[in-house]
């Protein structure tokens, strides 16, 4: 955290980091899901990943409750840092389901989801460049928000049509490729909600702070 103070601590600099981490996150899962064959070793290292998230929060809260003067409330601040874990966390929780129920081949929803968790993530990052002049840049702000919105909307869509695919009776599965199927995609929709929920919380900052 040494950088941090260099000048001062850079609070804004946290969050560009925690988002960076859920992005490799995020990059680490498509990695896996690149080939038919899911790639066990890419899988492995979200758990590194996940715990580097969880140090940047044990970090951010202690200089976030040490500081004296923030350039926006506490509270806010930490329900950012806190979204943001969220996020990761449900990257590696995906990666958890696919340990947990054997799924050792990706089928084609699933390389769609991650595609577009890797697009908001990848907006996310642009978003958290431009918060740290958040006045000056609360139009791109706004794009980027509309954006990620519109991601996660398509990812509604992708799940409702993949849900009602399992259960299509000219096209039956085995009932465990049901329940393992709809595990992962519930875990791929809600890193896409977790995704909608940093890039609402940064608007909800702004709206606060001018």
Not at 2 to 18: H, I, K, Q, V, W
Not at 117 to 127: D, F, H, N, R
Not at 172 to 196: G, H, K, M, T
Request: hydrophobic share 45%.
């Amino acid at each position: 955290m040494a950088n941090f103070f260099s000048n001062g601590p850079d609070y804004f600099n946290l969050f560009e980091t925690g988002i960076g981490i859920s992005d490799k996150a995020a990059k680490t899962l498509q990695a896996a899901l690149m080939e038919n064959e899911i790639d066990e070793v890419e899988i492995r290292k979200l758990r590194g990943i996940e715990h580097e998230g969880d140090r940047l929060v044990h970090d951010a809260s202690k200089l976030i409750s040490n500081a004296f003067i923030t350039p926006i409330e506490r509270p806010d601040m930490m329900n950012l840092v806190a979204s943001i874990e969220a996020l990761t966390d449900s990257i590696d929780d995906i990666a958890n389901q696919i340990y947990m129920m054997h799924i050792v081949k990706k089928d084609e929803t699933s390389g769609k989801f991650i595609g577009l968790i890797v697009k908001a993530c990848e907006e996310l990052a642009g978003m958290m460049v431009s918060f740290k002049q958040f006045k000056k840049n609360m139009e791109e702000i706004h794009r980027i928000s509309i954006l990620v919105n519109h991601v996660e909307e398509e990812g509604d869509s992708l799940f409702t049509g993949a849900i009602r695919n399992l259960f299509d009776p000219a096209d039956p599965l085995d009932a465990i490729d049901i329940v393992r199927r709809q595990n992962l995609y519930n875990s791929f929709e809600d890193a896409l909600d977790c995704c909608e929920d940093v890039a609402d919380i940064v608007e909800s900052i702004i709206i606060a702070n001018t």
